[in-house]
């Protein structure tokens, strides 16, 4: 038996690691952007399953859907009147919000400071079907 073997495999992890797309992002070091507009968004990881992204509010959202992507929203900051579907709530820091695909969904900013949260969206998402249910 070669003993070497076990080595050459551990050797092979060891330098495919570096390849993967693991990776840690403190949101605390990206900050709102004063005065950009309503909507701040700082992309944080994407790939073919999944998009996330750092989201900064500073009024609202408008009501839309997405006809294929469910989303998971994360509330790091501030507090707002979220919209899902027919029911309408408040959200705070600390809340997790899920969205199923096809749900209408918005919110409305009800603090002095930006609702800041973090948005996971499945499968990978381009903006492209985004549907606006306001004008």
Known sequence: MNSSRPWFGAALLVLASPCTAQSITSVDEQACAPNEGAVH?????????????????????????????????FVLDGEGMMRLGDLERP??????????????????????????VVSVQSPRFDGSDRVFLEP
């Open 91 to 116: 959200v705070k820091t600390g809340d997790t919000i899920v969205i199923p695909a096809g749900t209408p969904h918005g919110v409305r900013v009800t603090s002095r400071k930006p609702l800041r």
């Open 41 to 73: 968004v700082a992309p944080l990881y994407s790939d073919s399953t999944c998009s996330s992204f750092l989201i900064c509010i500073d009024t609202e959202v408008k009501t839309h859907l997405h006809r294929v992507h469910t989303e998971h929203v």
